[in-house]
Structure formats: C-alpha cells, structure tokens
C-alpha cells in the first residue's frame, strides 16, 4: 500500500529559529495537506495544496508559515521564527482526486516539533 | 462550518466485550468518513472509510456504520481485545466554507481495553 513519508520523526529547535518540515505525499495524489495536534488536543486543519498553490488555510497558518512543493516529489512546510506554542505533532497527508476511492486521505507517522 | 464530535471522550471496557464508537457531524454533505486509530505519540492508521453512498463497511472485528441525514457514524468493534487500546478518531470529507476539500476530525475517544 502506498505511503506517505515524513522526515525528520522528531525535532527539537530553539524559540525563534526556523524549521523545515518535510514529507513525500503519494506519487499520483493531486491534494496535499498539513494538519498540527497539540499534545491533548484535536487534530487542526492548517492549509490545503492544490496545482501548485495554497488552496486554504486556517487561522493558524499566519505569516510564519509557508508550503512549497519544490519538485515532483517533495512537499514542505516551513516556520520562519517558531514559538513555544508551535510544539506540536505535525502531519502531512495527500488524498487521491477520485472521491470515490476507498484510500480517502493517506498521512504520514508526523513530525514531533519540541520548540524550547 | 463543520463541527465533529466524538462520545464518549473515554471508554473502559473488559477484554471480550463489543464496544460502539459515536461520531456526529453537523453538516450532512459530506463526502466519505472515514475512522483513524491514533496510538499515544504516534501518526494516524486509516481504519475504514465509508463513503456517503454506503451505509456500513467491514474489516475484520470492526463495522462502521453511516446515517447521513442523522449526521452520525458509529464504529463497532467485536471481541475486543488488549490491543484495541488507542485513540480512535473520526474525520469527515467535505467542502469547506471557502469551496475546498477538507477533512476535519473529531475530538477522540481513547479507549483502554482491560485484560
């Protein structure tokens, strides 16, 4: 069954610095996306990556985010100057563009961002 | 806006029981839904996906069930056992407010198995 892959498992980063998140979607899937869980909480929403451009995004996306799908393959999600409060699972996920298929959406195992 | 809310929050149940799962969603024009299981730290394990035609699906010990119009989903599992033990969530396929596909989860049932 195909995957999506995420690097690193776990980061650890000081306040402040930047971050590149990283994952490989399913190869044929048009539809990228990050979503965040904070330890204890829901799983949120934060943007939605389309035909080379943001789709949508979340309150939570502000200016110190950023995606960008460098190539054919690779799909990242960048925090410029990162804060406490982004500490945070990260994932990654890709969905096939054929509703009805019964994959849905596909995630990757995430990011542990630990933000110190 | 969709909202989707899982009850209960925890559940405790011995080994061997059959145990349902609930998952309401406020809005009806949804696509699929489907249920994930979370283990504590780790990603997101696709479970079942229902899509809105359907009104349940199967994999081995576990049934997922749809009613759409109700805006509610259950997830059954069978013969529970030890390893059952997770964080179930279930997650809606829909088009959001601004025209785009989206998928937005519930808030979780963790659910210990007792031996």
């Known amino acids: 069954e195909p995957e999506v892959t995420q690097t690193p498992s776990h980061q650890v980063t000081q306040m402040g610095q930047e971050v590149i998140l990283r994952c490989v979607p399913i190869?044929?899937?048009?539809?990228f996306y990050w979503y965040r869980q904070i330890l204890g909480q829901k799983v949120e929403f934060l943007v939605s990556?389309?035909?080379?451009?943001?789709?949508?995004k979340s309150e939570i996306f502000d200016d110190q985010f950023s995606v960008e799908r460098p190539d054919g393959s690779n799909f990242t999600l960048k925090i410029r100057s990162t804060k406490l409060e982004d500490s945070a699972m990260y994932f990654c996920a890709s969905s096939d563009p054929d509703r009805r298929s019964n994959y849905g959406y596909t995630f990757g195992s995430g990011t542990r961002l630990t933000v110190v | 806006k969709q909202e989707v809310t899982q009850i209960p929050a925890a559940l405790s149940v011995p080994e061997g029981e059959n145990l349902v799962l609930n998952c309401s969603f406020t809005d009806s024009a949804i696509y699929n839904l489907q249920w994930f299981r979370q283990d504590p730290g780790k990603g997101l394990t696709s479970l079942l996906l229902i899509q809105s035609s359907q009104r349940e699906q199967t994999s081995g010990r576990l049934n997922a069930s749809l009613d759409k119009s109700s805006g509610r989903s259950t997830l059954y599992i069978a013969a529970s056992q030890p390893g059952d033990s997770a964080t179930y969530l279930c997650a809606a396929r829909h088009i959001s407010n601004f025209g785009n596909e989206k998928l937005t989860f519930g808030t979780g049932t963790r659910l210990t198995i007792i031996p």
């Open positions: 190869s044929n899937h048009l539809y």
């Open positions: 990556f389309y035909n080379n451009e943001i789709s949508e």
